[in-house]
């Protein structure tokens, strides 16, 4: 049973990333890490491994929406799983804006993030604000 990873690992996890803190982001994350992405061509969305790839996967998400934000953070922890739900906000390059529920599926190993499988509500992006 994992008793090293908490809820409020899980908060400490979603802060980095409203940071936009890559190392802070890794240092959550397994050396055999991997990151299956919200949109992809393959069944699991776009499925990242090892630190390196995940981490250029994170920092895309950021190059993607500048302004990213995960708010409203709610975290569970059972064992070697964990789920963390949120509310994802981001402005695409175009201006136009992304808002939706999703959450993330974390598996745990040796104290850290082995798999962050992630899920985001499929909604048209809201259009960009023509009067600024």
């Known amino acids: 049973m994992n008793t090293q990873i908490t809820p409020d690992t899980l ?3 979603a802060d980095a990333w ?6 802070a982001l890794m240092s959550f994350m397994a050396d055999d890490c991997v990151f299956e992405a919200s949109a992809g061509t393959e069944v699991c ?7 390196e790839a995940v981490r250029a996967a994170y920092a895309e998400v ?3 929406f500048a ?15 964990g789920v963390s739900e949120w509310t994802f906000t981001g402005t695409r390059a175009d201006g136009n804006r992304v808002e939706v ?8 190993r040796g104290g850290k ?5 992630s899920y985001r509500k ?3 992006a809201l259009a960009a604000n023509k009067n600024t």
């Open 101 to 108: 529920h999703g959450c993330d599926l974390l598996t745990f």
């Open 11 to 13: 908060q400490a996890f």
């Open 122 to 124: 499929n909604r048209p």
């Open 45 to 51: 969305g776009t499925r990242s491994v090892g630190r």
């Open 113 to 117: 993030i082995a798999l962050k499988n």
């Open 67 to 81: 302004d990213a934000h995960w708010g409203g953070a709610r975290h569970f922890v059972q064992g070697e799983r």
């Open 62 to 64: 950021f190059a993607t």
């Open 18 to 23: 409203n940071r936009h803190d890559l190392d």
